[in-house]
T-cell receptor, first 115, second 114 residues
Framework: NAGVMQNPRHLVRRRGQEARLRCSPM?????VYWYRQLPEEGLKFMVY????????ESGMPKERFSAEFPKEGPSILRIQQVVRGDSAAYFC?????????????FGEGSWLTVV | GENVEQHPSTLSVQEGDSAVIKCTYS??????FPWYKQELGKRPQLIID?????GEKKDQRIAVTLNKTAKHFSLHITETQPEDSAVYFC?????????????FGSGTRLQVQP
C-alpha cells in the first residue's frame, strides 16, 4: 500500500519560471492538503481539496499560487513567476473521506529552490 | 481561525530523562490533536494522537494528555533515547466543522544527549 507520493522531490527554478508540484494521495484517500515549510520553520497550511473541489484555500497566497485536484490524476500545486521567497519544502498530505479525527499522512515533500 | 502555540522551541535532555512539550490552542471547537515527529530533511510522521473524548493516551514511551477546559495538551516522552532527537510538532483541528485541515504549532527541537 503505497503512501502519499509527491514529485518531483527536488526542483530548481529560476526567478520568473513556473513550478508544478504533484501529489498522489494514499489509496482510498480523497482528501488532499498542501503545507509549506520554510527552512527552520513550522508547517503552514495552504489549501485543502477534495476531488474537483477546493474546500479551504485560506492559506494560499492571493497571487501566483493555485491548486487543483481533478477527477483523474494527482493533485497539483502550481506556482507561477516564482520568486526567491518561494524556496521551501512543500508537503502534501491525505486522509480518507468521511468522519471526524481522521489521521492525515504526509508525503516525502517537494523541495523547491528558486535561483 | 485556530491558533496553536507550542513551547519550548528547543529542549535538551540527557538520555534516559523525560521530555515534555506543551501546546495550547484557541478554538474551542477543536477536537483532534495529533503529534508529529520530523527528522531533518524528512516528512512529518504521526507518533500519537488524541481526540477530545479522552484525557490521556499512551503508547509505550510516549503519552499525550489533553485538558479541554484549559485548551492545552502535552506530549510526554519517557526514557529518552538519542533517536528521539528530532523536531516535534503539535497540531489541532475541528473535524466536525468545515475546518478539517490541521493547524500546527511552531515546533520543538528536541536534542537527547547520550
Amino acid at each position: 500500500n503505497a503512501g502519499v507520493m509527491q514529485n518531483p522531490r527536488h526542483l530548481v527554478r529560476r526567478r520568473g519560471q513556473e513550478a508544478r508540484l504533484r501529489c498522489s494521495p494514499m489509496k482510498g484517500h480523497s482528501h488532499v492538503y498542501w503545507y509549506r515549510q520554510l527552512p527552520e520553520e513550522g508547517l503552514k497550511f495552504m489549501v485543502y481539496l477534495q476531488k474537483e473541489n477546493i474546500i479551504d484555500e485560506s492559506g494560499m497566497p492571493k497571487e501566483r499560487f493555485s491548486a487543483e485536484f481533478p477527477k483523474e490524476g494527482p493533485s497539483i500545486l502550481r506556482i507561477q513567476q516564482v520568486v526567491r521567497g518561494d524556496s521551501a519544502a512543500y508537503f502534501c498530505a491525505s486522509s480518507p473521506s468521511g468522519f471526524s479525527g481522521n489521521t492525515i499522512y504526509f508525503g516525502e515533500g517537494s523541495w523547491l529552490t528558486v535561483v | 481561525g485556530e491558533n496553536v502555540e507550542q513551547h519550548p522551541s528547543t529542549l535538551s535532555v540527557q538520555e534516559g530523562d523525560s521530555a515534555v512539550i506543551k501546546c495550547t490552542y484557541s478554538d474551542s471547537a477543536s477536537n483532534y490533536f495529533p503529534w508529529y515527529k520530523q527528522e531533518l530533511g524528512k516528512r512529518p510522521q504521526l507518533i500519537i494522537d488524541i481526540r477530545s473524548n479522552v484525557g490521556e493516551k499512551k503508547d509505550q514511551r510516549i503519552a499525550v494528555t489533553l485538558n479541554k477546559t484549559a485548551k492545552h495538551f502535552s506530549l510526554h516522552i519517557t526514557e529518552t533515547q538519542p533517536e528521539d532527537s528530532a523536531v516535534y510538532f503539535c497540531a489541532a483541528s475541528a473535524t466536525d466543522t468545515g475546518r478539517r485541515a490541521l493547524t500546527f504549532g511552531s515546533g520543538t527541537r528536541l536534542q537527547v544527549q547520550p
